[in-house]
């Protein structure tokens, strides 16, 4: 997929990821502390609202237009004219050259899922899965999936000056990061990443994305929705979450952390060296 040359218009509204507060010890000494920044979002799109969303902030304009994607309420980047985040208000406008279509039918079938936070999915998600088709010819060695691994260990992040977030990284099939995010949700990080292939016309055929997140089906079809085969965290996985990726023949890997994981489907993909 080439690069895009023409993007929609963005504000620039990121928030710190973290604030320092005083907290006392067990030996009552007083310790600045950092702690990860939590901001209420309501997205608007052609001014109707469409709900709130819980984020760090780091990457709104993309966690917006990653949800919007990842929900199937557009179907292309090139939809949108403008994506606008005012922090004073806690809100995100949205324009579109065409509206949402089926708006109020998504919207009467939206599922709470086992996120972090609150999860939804807009319409019927599961009954797409038959469309999506995974590249078969792309593998990756333990030696790459190693290689990402320590990538991602050595990151730096939020996550170590003040934990209570969750982290997404999409990787190459070299084990390179291509962008990390960080959020208070990981469905927020996985959405701020499907929003930034978007925005830089990044294909997924020939990625990894690596989550410390949970498997569950929703992590699943999302990932299959943005065509990447290779599916990593470095928790565990849902039932649900393991039937799916079966179903559409994706290849996914938990408990991995350093040279150990779990390979749970999809072995053809990955090779012994």
Sequence with gaps: MPRRTHKPTLSNAARPATFTVDAIDENGATIPTPIAGEHPLTIYVD????LTIMTLGAAPEALVIGYLRNQRLLESVDEIVSVQVDWETNAC??????????????????????????????GDLMADLDNIRLPTDIKISRTTLYTLLNNVRLHESIYKQAGAVHGCALGNVSGEILTFVEDVGRHNAVDAIAGWMWLEGVGGSDKIFYTTGRLTSEMVIKAAQMGIPFLVSRSGLTEMGYSIAKRVGLTMIGRAVNKHYLLFTGAERLNDG
């Design 93 to 122: 406008s949205v324009v579109t050259k065409n509206g949402l279509k089926n708006l109020d039918e998504k919207m009467a079938k939206r599922t709470k899922t086992t996120g972090c936070g609150e999860g939804t999915v807009f």
């Design 47 to 50: 001014k109707r609202e469409i």
